[in-house]
């Protein structure tokens, strides 16, 4: 081998745990730099302790060069494939461990470390892809592991975290949809908590496109200079309510970041950002249920009480409002409302009809028919999912707002509409909206009536709900109504392996067959109200 390749070689080398001596430590045979001699201990690397085991050695102790060029390959082949979470190449994340090759029977064999689970298998796919595209590797032979990040978060957190010392309820304002009204949303709900007499802020998460800035105008413009020292930041506010939103820091530049960087971005902003004293932070969450959703969700300090779901009629939203609800079920978040926006388009109103028709001379009987015609609610996008709500997860706080262009004029001119026109329809529904956010969370924090206790036997193999009633798990299981559950196709040993239950109207559990039900009690509880 050149000079050359052979420093490649190294250098390759020492993104799998393996470290050498400088080139000077090769060993030249007749005249060429043909081996490589290993150091006689492990010694530190870049920072770091060499960890992976020798490589085979040849005769007189050289490590045999056709292995070192073999997994030169590989590495080689995996290194435009990058870890989706930590938005770094695998070879240079040095992620890829225990690498052996053998080129003669055309075997590897890795273990690969993911900064998160590779639930749908396209990393392994795509290492797997990269190596056998080399030729020579016919057996390929995968681990793939997932490094914890919780521990990493709550650490980070509990240092960062003096922000939130005085926030007393958090509640997620969320849907796994863009464009449904999720902002309106979070901003009327904030100040309709605010309306009535609450200390309240609001938190943009959306890093790419903050929707904030534009929907409320601060009473003073943030400073970054005056409003950013050492490690805290003062939030802008409106009217008592405090502002915080990456559209504020930076109100010109768009952020162009992988997702990766990301989530310390949004974590670093909510824990310094000095709320102060709040009795409820709203937060905006961007679209989907990717990697700031877990973030903050596994932050110590930041527990999220509550999540609203906002929707609209249509069944495409519908579908989405199911992959939210059982997001959070999976991170332990109680879903406790449904707003269902753009429900319905409101006819002109009473009055306005009566001066119609007196201004044209209209009939009775035309009169009579024009208020019917306008009078009806029109339902543009269908007449929505309220009643399958409830009995999927005992939702029973829904809200169908209007279709109206004066809230959407609103969100445009930094003034929310329930600050603007609070006398109005819509902002009377964002007050119940505000009533029910209020009650829920403090049932889900208040020592009271305890849930129902639901205990599993795995001696007679069912549930005992309350002492008294009993349920077999596939009797149980067949009244979950997620659309990924198949009452048909259960498996004759099917146990839960882990309960918890979600606030005062839930329990989620998870089966022995992977598959996890989100439960209302009302669905299955003799006698709950």
Not at 173 to 181: D, F, M, P, Q, T
Not at 449 to 470: H, L
């Amino acid at each position: 081998l050149s000079w050359l390749t052979q420093g490649l070689l190294v250098a390759a080398l020492y993104h799998v745990g393996v470290c050498f001596s400088p080139p000077a430590a090769l060993v030249a045979r007749g005249g060429h730099a043909s081996s490589l001699t290993r150091l006689p201990r492990a010694k530190a690397c870049g920072g770091r302790v060499a960890r992976a085991p020798a490589p085979a050695m040849s005769g007189g102790g050289a490590v045999d060069a056709s292995v070192f060029a073999a997994k030169s390959e590989v590495l080689a082949a995996l290194s435009a494939i990058e870890d989706p979470v930590r938005g770094e190449s695998l070879v240079k994340l040095a992620a890829v461990k225990d690498l052996s090759v053998d080129r003669e029977g055309g075997k590897v064999s890795m273990r690969v470390e993911l900064g998160a689970p590779d639930l749908k298998g396209e990393v392994k796919a795509s290492v797997e892809a990269a190596v056998r595209a080399l030729g020579w590797a016919k057996d390929v032979s995968l681990t793939m592991v997932a490094l914890p990040p919780q521990e990493e978060l709550r650490e980070a957190s509990r240092r960062e975290a003096d922000g939130l010392k005085g926030v007393k309820n958090v509640v997620a304002c969320a849907s796994c949809k863009g464009g449904v009204g999720k902002s309106t949303t979070s901003v009327n709900l904030a100040f309709a908590l605010r309306a009535k007499g609450f200390k309240v802020g609001i938190f943009d998460v959306d890093i790419y496109g903050p929707s904030l800035p534009t929907m409320v105008r601060p009473e003073k413009p943030f400073n970054p200079h005056e409003d950013i020292v050492g490690n805290a930041i003062t939030p802008p506010t409106c009217m008592g309510v405090k502002l915080m939103s990456v559209g504020f820091i930076n109100p010109q530049d768009s952020f162009v970041l992988r997702g990766a960087k990301v989530s310390p971005l949004v974590q670093q902003l909510v824990t310094t950002t000095q709320w102060g004293e709040l009795d409820y932070l709203i937060i905006d969450m961007p679209p989907g249920t990717g990697d700031i959703h877990l973030t903050l969700s596994q932050m110590e300090e930041f527990n999220i009480d509550a999540a609203v779901i906002v929707t609209t009629p249509q069944r495409l939203s519908f579908i989405d409002v199911v992959k939210g609800v059982e997001m959070f079920d999976k991170v332990g978040v109680p879903s406790i409302a449904v707003v269902e926006n753009m429900a319905y388009l409101e006819g002109p109103g009473q009055s306005a009809t009566e001066a119609f028709v007196k201004k044209h001379l209209l009939s009775e009987e035309a009169a009579a028919e024009l208020q019917e015609l306008l009078g009806e609610k029109q339902m543009l996008f269908g007449q929505g999912h309220r009643q399958r709500l409830l009995e999927m997860w005992g939702i029973e706080n829904s809200f169908s707002m209007p279709l109206s262009p004066l809230v959407a004029s609103q969100g445009d001119s930094g003034t929310p509409f329930v600050v603007a026109h609070p006398d109005g329809e819509v902002a009377k529904l964002f007050g119940e909206l505000a009533d029910a956010v209020v009650k829920e969370v403090r049932e889900i924090k208040e020592e009271g009536a305890a849930p129902p206790s639901i205990v599993y036997n795995p001696t007679t193999k069912e549930f005992v709900i309350n002492d008294k009633q009993r349920m077999k798990p596939a009797e149980l299981r067949k009244l979950c109504r997620s659309p990924a559950n198949d009452p048909a196709r259960l498996p004759a040993d099917l146990a839960p392996r882990d309960m918890v239950p979600l606030g005062k109207y839930a329990i989620s559990i998870v089966w022995s067959d992977g598959h996890q039900s989100l439960m209302p009690y009302r669905a299955f509880v003799e006698g709950y109200e």
